[in-house]
């Protein structure tokens, strides 16, 4: 494990697999910079792959008051540290915060996305998001991290038996420890204003992009993966056959290899 420090003097714990350009992989909801080992090691044969933990999770530190900009700037830093520009790949909601940060400005080169989860645009799928926030960050605000879990786990499809024997498994008190970063996940999402695909955003991205989708993820996961990559001014598309939002790294690898060497 490397620290580098971020703007804000945040230390940032990263990862490096591997020999080659360099990949710098980031994590969705819930994740560490373990999340991305098992792709990192089918990479690593022709590239350096870096995962890292984003602000507030394993050996990253974490600075209040929180902004999606200071996420920014912590991936700032890990490109900076592993060579001033880099491939990036996001997955989930980590997908939207490399979005953000290549229209920022960030010296990436590549761009690869794997089903951003942006809310359908329709009044009630909208309203639901906003309420599903708001009840996030209060439960948070109470120190209530379990019930806090509990309704991302709910809204994202865990059957309520299975979240039952999680609350009860030996992996849960790292997830509790994980749960005030859910709150960063909906900020970076927009959430609170209802988390559609901000298509000017999108517009500011002018490296090669690349939008992946599970061909047997929900269709709304499918389509929001379509229509960014319609909006992206070098945007290309990509279903890879029975995946799901959990896709296998021995699927993803290769077609990440593809865009990368493309």
Same mark, same amino acid.
């Given at each position: ?74 991936? =700032?830093?890990?490109? &900076? @540290?592993? *060579? $001033? ?10 997908? %939207?915060? #490399? +979005? ?86 909906? =900020?970076?999402?927009? &959430? @609170?204003? *209802? $988390? ?10 002018? %490296?090669? #992009? +690349? ?52």
């Amino acid at each position: 494990m490397d620290t580098v420090h971020s703007k804000d003097g945040t230390p940032i714990a990263y990862d490096r697999t591997g020999h080659g350009p360099a990949l710098v992989c980031v994590g969705g909801a819930l994740n560490d910079r373990g999340s991305a080992a098992p792709l990192a090691a089918l990479l690593a044969g022709r590239r350096t792959v870096v995962a890292y933990d984003r602000r507030g999770r394993g050996g990253s530190g974490d600075t209040a008051p929180y902004a999606v900009e200071r996420e920014i700037e912590d991936l =700032a830093a890990v490109i &900076d @540290a592993v *060579g $001033g520009q880099a491939a990036v790949y996001g997955m989930s909601s980590g997908a %939207v915060l #490399a +979005l953000r940060a290549a229209a920022h400005g960030l010296p990436i080169t590549r761009l690869a996305l794997y089903e951003p989860p942006f809310t359908p645009d329709e009044p009630d799928r909208i309203r639901r998001t906003r309420e599903h926030a708001a009840e996030l960050n209060r439960r948070l605000e109470q120190g209530r991290r379990g019930d806090a879990l509990e309704l991302f786990m709910t809204g994202v499809g865990m059957p309520a038996e299975l979240l039952a024997q999680m609350r009860n498994a030996p992996m849960w008190p790292a997830l509790e420890a994980l749960a005030p970063t859910l709150a960063y996940d909906s =900020a970076v999402m927009d &959430d @609170a204003a *209802g $988390g559609i695909l901000p298509a000017a955003t999108a517009a500011a991205v002018t %490296v090669p #992009a +690349l939008v992946l989708a599970g061909g047997a993820s929900p269709a709304w996961m499918r389509d929001a993966a379509r229509r960014l990559a319609g909006l992206l001014p070098a945007g290309a598309h990509r279903v890879l056959d029975g995946q799901t939002h959990d896709v296998a790294p021995d699927v993803l690898a290769p077609a990440l290899e593809d865009f990368l060497t493309g």
